[in-house]
């Protein structure tokens, strides 16, 4: 074995030894820092399997891992229309410069929307010879608009804890009354805790079927978070991309160790097997660790943000699997449906004709005085889609560039009177 696959093989097995240490210590509030100095790649997430060899074996059901193990079986996914996950940011924060900004998390959501539908910018890049295994995954990702009992919401909330050190990757982070944050139902939602991580490490993430509800989820710290204040290598958003992949159900490529790892499988049919993790690194293809050339550029490899862009239609059939026999609630979930948020003052309200829209905006201003009120459309990040003015009491219609996708705000401001609406864009 090649000296630097040793040393990986190490840092795996510290790894999991250290996460096997948390599972056993359950409700200690930290981890040592020993493992690195530096933020590292990437997670800290256990596979089934791994968890049948650690304490939290004890918690899961046999059958549950067993079942997970057996494959993919074939999925109707011709039959599917694209789903939609909605997702509620927990930002558990100590420090100000923990407590990320909302353009941060969009940021983040942005980054999950293109690489779950493989529209990233680095699919023209993949090999040749992986190309035709490239994904869309057709899952989409959208902060949730309303809460567990019906509230509107912007899919976030915030959190100040005592812990300094890091609450990120402990038991507490899921618990209100532990100086963290309670999940929203697991059922229904894809919970994200943001936090600071002691260990170097950038994010950890819960199989299907492995944790209680109050702690299934992904957490990801947040100076890994999204694409804004954040450093290389791991500064485009991709260890929430990575953990996500884990928690419906994907194992790293080369396998639940680094020990074994040409001999063992993902479990997924078109991922060359592979015995390296790529951590820290970003090779030139074609690289070898087994038979065939690696899938380095493989989001469920260690390899730095930049160098990896795709996920296969193998462990597309996996997520898929996953969804409608482990986490079906979120098929059905209704709270990405989009609330028109009206502001100040309640007399005057913004009307869409149908949201989510395709190409063409249909709004209204209702209003009880003739005021020509000016309207923009403007992106997540604040760029301009169209600018026009209107009357109120009118239907008016906008055309959409073909380009637009996604949530925008809709805004009519006359006067000092402003009111806003959000806006989904397919
Ligand atoms: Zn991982």
Known sequence: MPKRRQTLAIFEKQVRMKYSAILLLAGMAFFSATLEAQPSRRCLSLSPSSYMQGAASK?????????????????PLSTRAVVKIPVVVHVVWNKTEENISDEQIFSQIEVLNRDFRATNLEIPDIPAIFQNRIADVEFEFCLASVTPDGQPTSGITRTFTNNSVGIGGTKAIHYTNLGGKDAWDAMH???????????????????????????????????????????????????????????????????????????EDDFVADTPNACESYLHQCPVHPVFSCAEPD???????????????????????????????????????????????????????????????????LFEIKSKDSAVWKVQLSDLLGRRIFYLTCPANLVQSAELPSSAAGVFFLEAVAGDRRIVAKVAVF
């Open 189 to 263: 939602y894809l919970n994200i805790w943001v936090a600071k991580f002691a260990g170097g490490v950038g994010g950890v993430a819960t199989f299907p079927g492995t944790s209680s509800p109050a702690e299934d989820g992904v957490q990801i710290d947040y100076r890994q978070f999204g694409t804004f204040n954040v450093q290389p290598p791991y500064h485009l958003g991709r260890t929430c991309t990575h953990e996500i992949g884990h928690y419906f159900n994907l194992e790293h490529v080369w396998g639940p160790n680094l020990d074994s790892c040409c001999e």
């Open 59 to 75: 918690n899961a059901p046999a059958s549950v891992a067993d079942s997970l193990h057996a494959g993919s079986t074939a999925s």
């Open 295 to 361: 899938m380095f550029m493989n989001f469920m490899f260690y390899t730095d943000d930049a160098c990896m862009g795709m996920f296969t239609k193998g462990q597309k059939m996996r997520m898929w699997d996953a969804l409608s026999q482990y986490r079906p609630g979120l098929l059905n979930s209704t709270a990405c449906e989009m609330v028109p948020t009206v502001e100040e003052p309640p007399s005057e309200t913004l009307s869409l004709y149908g949201n989510p829209v395709q190409d063409r905006l």
